[in-house]
């Protein structure tokens, strides 16, 4: 498996990954989720030897206080292999020099919120709550 910095991206490709975790948002206007792709600040990819795409990770950051991890997604049919991992840790050695790096995924109560809980905490990740901080946002729509 390869890591690597990616600039452009396939539509259908960037379909396929975003279908196989059942991102119905996302998909119903791939070409916006490319442009945001090329938007962001950094975007990682995991490619098999034959170039495949099996995961992805983005973030926005502004490289020094601030680093968002705005999506971490591997493949269904990957999942378990330690992609989404490798991703992750990738981008907390990337971004180790700001004070804050965070991402947002389901609540803990919803089924794919309590296995992304348990991923993020055997990473070392903490809820915000947890150091006596707080997270606001607005209501996001299709929720």
């Not at 539509?11 to 070409?31: M, N, Q």
Request: glycine share 8%.
């Amino acid at each position: 498996m390869r890591i690597s910095q990616e600039t452009s991206f396939d539509e259908a490709e960037i379909f396929e990954l975003y279908d196989s975790v059942g991102w119905g948002p996302w998909t119903r206007d791939i070409a916006r989720v490319c442009r945001s792709l090329v938007n962001s600040h950094l975007v990682i990819t995991a490619r098999n030897e034959s170039g495949q795409l099996l995961g992805l990770a983005r973030t926005v950051s502004d490289d020094e206080m601030v680093c968002y991890v705005q999506e971490l997604l591997v493949n269904a049919r990957f999942h378990g292999q330690g992609i989404g991992r490798r991703l992750l840790e990738h981008l907390m050695e990337r971004y180790a020099h700001c004070r804050y790096f965070m991402l947002t995924t389901d609540h803990e109560s919803t089924p794919e919120g309590l296995a992304n809980h348990a991923f993020y905490r055997r990473l070392g990740l903490i809820e915000h709550h947890e150091q006596g901080l707080s997270a606001f946002g607005l209501k996001v729509a299709d929720s």
